[in-house]
Nanobody, 119 residues
Framework: VQLQASGGGLVQPGGSLRLSCVAS????????VAWFRHMPGQPREAVSS????????????YYADSVKGRFTISRDNSDNVLYLQMNNLQPDDTAVYYC?????????WGQGTLVTVSS
């Protein structure tokens, strides 16, 4: 299984980025999947998640309070890709972002993608 996150970079406060997580070896829509972030000196935290739609149920989305209203999670089931649209980015959003299933699996962590918000 590989979950390869990309799309990070350096952005000014107030800017936007769109992260992508391309999955191989696992069908994302069979699981609740999430974006996590790891800030220096802090534990990894869940930023947003989206539940499975594989049984015909509507996806349920979760957002951490710190990103609610600014981040949007989505999933392309045909391409097996997870996205995170991040708007109005702030310096506190600076972190390495990862995707994983929920509950997370240690062998699914990829290298993540670095998001740096700075002027």
């Amino acid at each position: 299984v590989q979950l390869q996150a990309s799309g990070g970079g350096l952005v000014q406060p107030g800017g936007s980025l769109r992260l992508s997580c391309v999955a191989s070896g696992v069908t994302l829509d069979r699981y609740t999947v999430a974006w996590f972030r790891h800030m220096p000196g802090q534990p990894r935290e869940a930023v947003s998640s989206i539940s499975s739609e594989s049984r015909g149920s509507e996806a349920i989305r979760y957002y951490a309070d710190s990103v609610k209203g600014r981040f949007t999670i989505s999933r392309d089931n045909s391409d097996n890709v997870l996205y995170l649209q991040m708007n109005n980015l702030q310096p506190d959003d600076t972190a390495v972002y990862y995707c994983n299933v929920v509950p997370s699996r240690a062998d699914y962590w990829g290298q993540g993608t670095l998001v740096t918000v700075s002027s």
